[in-house]
């Protein structure tokens, strides 16, 4: 199993920035591609952002440009970091990792203030 913790999470106001850090343990060699979702209330979970164990990233439409993914695959972690944020990214924000199994976080909260 893949246990993920995110954290990085709070308020800020828009057009401020937030970095979110996901930290993976356990089977970790399973993670190819890791991500970020999230879900707004009332709003299903969304792909925010993803990237393969070589670098490859993906973002939606909706982000790119203000939004960078990386990952330290010394350290097992993904990180996320968001500018110029925008009241429409408040949500949820969870880790995801996916090999032969799927592992999600417990998420964490950004709220956007604007």
């Known amino acids: 199993q893949v246990q993920l913790v995110e954290s990085g999470g709070g308020l800020v106001q828009a057009g401020g920035s937030l970095r979110l850090s996901c930290a993976a343990s356990g ?3 399973s993670m190819n591609v890791m991500g970020w979702y999230r879900q707004a209330p009332g709003n299903q979970r969304e792909l925010v952002a993803t ?20 990952r330290e695959n010394a350290k097992n972690t993904v990180y996320l970091q968001m500018n110029n944020l ?29």
Do not use: H, M, P
């Open 27 to 29: 089977r970790v060699a």
């Open 51 to 70: 990237i393969t164990r070589g670098g490859t990233t993906n973002y939606a439409d909706s982000v790119k440009g203000r939004f960078t993914i990386s």
């Open 86 to 114: 925008k009241s429409e990214d408040t949500a949820v924000y969870f880790c995801n990792s996916r090999g032969v199994l799927a592992y999600w976080g417990q998420g964490t909260q950004v709220t956007v203030s604007s």
